[in-house]
């Protein structure tokens, strides 16, 4: 596998972020990396968030990165794209502590809600 930052979705993010007023977000602290050479041909993208204990070894606040793989993401439309990082900010708990919401949350009807209210944000501006 090879990683490479991404900063081109990191304002992504955190124009996701302010657009849906998800506060509980730090886009300070989520960082997106775009990944190649991976054998699947399903996943689109991964949250990876840094564990309590290493945040307490390493005495720093939680973080979180936001995996693009390369071969399936950039396939995409726009819109699946975004829907895609709509998806994997959901998976971002309230407390921003390292851990996740699972799918029980993160649902394709949420995330088209989230789209839309997106959209009308957007729009307006």
């Known amino acids: 596998m090879e990683y490479q930052s991404a900063p081109d979705i990191d304002e992504e993010l955190a124009r996701i972020v302010r ?3 998800w506060d509980h977000v730090d886009p300070g602290r989520v960082r997106a990396i775009r990944s190649r050479g991976t054998k ?3 996943i689109l993208a991964r949250c990876h ?3 309590k204990a290493i945040q307490t070894g ?3 606040q939680a973080h979180y990165v936001i995996e693009l793989v390369s071969e399936n993401y950039d396939r995409l439309s726009e819109t699946e794209q975004t829907k895609t990082l709509i998806h994997e900010l959901m998976h971002i708990p309230r407390i921003f502590g390292g851990g996740f919401r699972n799918h029980d949350y993160v ?3 949420r995330v ?3 789209y839309e209210q997106y959209l009308k944000k957007t729009e307006q501006k």
Do not use: N, T
Request: hydrophobic share 40%; glycine share 12%; proline share 6%.
């Open 40 to 42: 699947s041909r399903r």
């Open 19 to 21: 657009s849906l007023g």
């Open 58 to 60: 390493l005495a720093i």
């Open 107 to 109: 649902r394709a009807r």
């Open 49 to 51: 968030g840094l564990p």
């Open 112 to 114: 088209d809600h989230f």
